[in-house]
Structure formats: structure tokens, C-alpha cells
């Protein structure tokens, strides 16, 4: 089997790049910068993202598991017992656009005229209520104590509803009726057995989540403000990439000063 060498490329083709032909404002992109404008910056504009991590296969091979349990649902217009458990009054939407609304780098797509962005983000699923209301959904798989009800002591919540909220803003933007409360289809994978034996055993639950989206309005030009100028932003102050960057830069500086005075 031959080995499998994966190089990181610091040069993206400027046509994914802010002004390229191919480039757009996606959810994980606002996201970035709500986290970061410097890193945000350095990717969208400079082409220059942060290294990826290793793709999470267990957590895609659930999410795929997901979607073809509940597109038997979709294609056959019934509800699926998950819903019927949480008293939740929906079946699996179907529309003609689904698998394009679910595909990356293509997902919901809605053109923001003030400032001229496409925005897009891909849904892992969406349900209808009988009255025709749109929900969103979104598959999360991990492995932790205790069941999963609810994500208000988590120190992902305000990301996810921002998630969320971006999802239903993208959905009410091209002239759907959506629900204010979106759902997490929570896989929560057991480590309490006594073996593994070659199978791992979820307990999956539901778990309500109310969008925001009164924040995004007020960020696309801020957005478009930093995309347009030539001066780099500060860094967020969570951010991880920024302080590795500069301590790094200052060290190998001063072992190349070092190295000229020699």
C-alpha cells in the first residue's frame, strides 16, 4: 500500500479568495471570525488558512448513518420514532433541493445586496410541521458522561445557537417560514461497557435549541469593512493559532539574527 503524504498548502488559489470568482461568505467562514478576524482575515483574504486537523471519520460515518435513516422517513412522508418520542409534531422535509441545501460548498445560498456577499450553509437536515413550518437540524455525535438533554452547560452552546441561527436566517432569506426552535440529533456513545467487542452503543436524544440570528445583520458589514481594508485585525482572544504564530515568528527571528552574526 503505498503512503498516503498530506502537505499543507499555504497558497489557496486566489480564486477561492475574498474578490475571487469562486469564493463566498459560508457559515463556518462568519463563524471563524466571530472567533477570530485575524485568522479570518489571513484565510479570506490573504489565502492562507489554518492547518485542518484530522477529518473526524467515526463522527461522519454517524451523520451519514443519520441521513439515510431518516431520508426512509423523508421519502415515505412518515414520522420518525424519535420525533414521536419528544412529542415532536413533523416528518423529515422534502424538497427538490434538499441534497443541494446538505452538499459543502454548496449548502443554502442566500445574496446579501448590502454587501454584495453570497452567503451559504449546509444543513444536516431539515423537518416540516403539518402547518408547513420549517425546522432545523443538525447531527452531533460524541462520547461523555450521562445523557444528553440539554446544551445549556455546555461551552458549545452559544456557538451552536449561532449555528442555528445562521441556518434558519439563510431559510427565512429565501421565503420560508421557520421555527424559532431548531433540534440536535445527539449520538452519545457509551464507554461503560465491559468490552468493546468490535461494537459501540449510543443512546441518541434530541435536544431543543433556540437560533440566534439578531447578531448577523449587524456583522456582515463589519465583515465586508475588514475584508476591505488593508490592515490586519487584532487577533480574538480565545484564539489558539494567533499567540503559536507570533511566539513561533519571534523565535525563529531571533535564531536567523543569531545566525547573521555569526
Known amino acids: 500500500m503505498a503512503d498516503f503524504v498530506k502537505k499543507y498548502n499555504p497558497n ?3 480564486d477561492w479568495n475574498y474578490g475571487g ?16 478576524a485575524r485568522c479570518f482575515y489571513l484565510d479570506n483574504k490573504l489565502g492562507t488558512a489554518r492547518p485542518r486537523g484530522p477529518a473526524f471519520t467515526l463522527n461522519i460515518a454517524v451523520d451519514a448513518l443519520f441521513k439515510k435513516e431518516f ?37 443554502i445560498e442566500y445574496f446579501h445586496e448590502p454587501t454584495g456577499f453570497t452567503i451559504s450553509g449546509a ?10 413550518e420549517l425546522m432545523v437540524v443538525d447531527y452531533k455525535s460524541t462520547s461523555k458522561e450521562g445523557t444528553i438533554t440539554s446544551l445549556e452547560d455546555s461551552s458549545w452552546n452559544e456557538q451552536y445557537q449561532r449555528q442555528m441561527g ?11 417560514t421557520v421555527s424559532d426552535t431548531g433540534y440536535f440529533v445527539y449520538a452519545n456513545a457509551s464507554a461503560d461497557k465491559a468490552a468493546f467487542d468490535g461494537q459501540l452503543e449510543f443512546e441518541v436524544t434530541v435536544v431543543p435549541s433556540t437560533g440566534k440570528s439578531d447578531w448577523i445583520d449587524d456583522i456582515l458589514p463589519r465583515i465586508k469593512e475588514t475584508l476591505d481594508t488593508e490592515a490586519v485585525p487584532a487577533s480574538g482572544k480565545a484564539c489558539e493559532f494567533c499567540p503559536y504564530r507570533e511566539a513561533a515568528g519571534k523565535k525563529l527571528l531571533a535564531l536567523h539574527n543569531a545566525s547573521k552574526k555569526k
Request: charge should be positive; proline fraction near 6%.
Open 21 to 36: 470568482p469562486k469564493w463566498r461568505l459560508s457559515r463556518s467562514k462568519i463563524e471563524l471570525f466571530v472567533e477570530c
Open 71 to 107: 431520508d426512509t422517513h423523508r421519502a415515505n412522508g412518515t414520522t420518525h420514532p424519535l420525533m414521536a418520542k419528544y412529542g415532536i409534531d413533523a416528518v423529515p422535509y422534502k424538497h427538490a433541493k434538499m441534497n443541494t441545501w446538505r452538499e459543502n460548498f454548496e449548502g
Open 166 to 176: 445562521v441556518y434558519q436566517w439563510l431559510l427565512r432569506n429565501n421565503g420560508f
Open 12 to 14: 489557496r488559489s486566489p
Open 123 to 132: 444543513v444536516d437536515d431539515i423537518w416540516v410541521s403539518p402547518s408547513g
